[in-house]
């Protein structure tokens, strides 16, 4: 059930609506009109079928050429433009995380296991310097404007996301958004990551989450991603050999 509710309407209205009636019509006009009527209600009920067929079709006829090829078309071809970039942007967030993994030396792990975790962020001293940073204050605090800024750039579209996907840049927007979000060496005065621990391991596990849902959305999308992008090389290429 929950498969067919996501079908899309242009979909459901074909396979439902539109195709078993026009079938109907087709054996009604040509088939059950020539079979003598048994009563006149059968006669009279024959009649109203039909009408509700023809209605049916006509109303299906109306909805692909004002809907599906007016609305549906230009949205799934505006669509096929933006995901590209939303797929880049998520697998930048997913690029960060794993940097950020890696400076924890803590790569290879588990994001669900907490107490792993807990370990790592205790054996390191906020005030060290990594990467460019002089200290993990610094480094926390860019990731989380780099992650922001990503964020904000793919729920712009939400209207071409799925709802699952949004929903998690949602709840990872959420987390990064609190002023108190890797902030706690300069709050508790800590002498280790700790105080961070749930804030990175939510964020691991919702960019977990985030990329299973990138790779199912760009599956759906990967021959028609393909296809644009052959359209695009064949133009580019054409133009600049005239050059």
């Not at 296991?113 to 200290?135: G, T, V």
């Not at 849902?213 to 991603?225: G, P, Q, V």
């Amino acid at each position: 059930m929950k498969r067919f509710t996501s079908l899309p309407v242009h979909k459901i209205i074909f396979w439902i609506c539109f195709l078993p009636w026009l079938l109907f019509i087709f054996l009604y006009e040509l088939w059950f009109t020539k079979i003598p009527s048994h009563s006149d209600t059968l006669y009279k009920l024959g009649i109203i079928f039909s009408r509700i067929g023809y209605s049916i079709v006509s109303a299906s006829i109306f909805y692909f050429v004002s809907q599906y090829i007016g609305t549906f078309i230009p949205r799934e071809q505006k669509k096929i433009k933006i995901l590209p970039m939303i797929h880049r942007n998520a697998l930048s967030i997913d690029n960060e995380i794993r940097l950020l993994k890696i400076n924890l030396d803590y790569e290879n792990e588990d994001s669900k296991n907490i107490d792993n975790l807990r370990q790592a962020l205790n054996s390191i001293n906020p005030n060290s310097s990594i990467d460019r940073f002089e200290n993990w204050y610094q480094y926390l605090f860019n990731l989380k404007l780099q992650l922001l800024d990503l964020i904000r750039s793919m729920t712009f579209y939400n209207d071409y996301l799925s709802r699952d996907f949004f929903q998690e840049l949602i709840i990872i927007e959420q987390r990064l958004m609190s002023p108190i979000t890797f902030a706690g060496s300069v709050i508790l005065n800590v002498s280790n990551l700790s105080f961070a621990d749930i804030d990175l391991q939510e964020l691991m596990i919702h960019n977990d989450h985030l990329q299973l849902l990138r790779k199912e959305e760009f599956k759906k999308y990967e021959k028609a991603f393909e296809k644009d992008g052959n359209v695009y090389r064949k133009v580019f290429y054409k133009e600049s050999d005239k050059k």
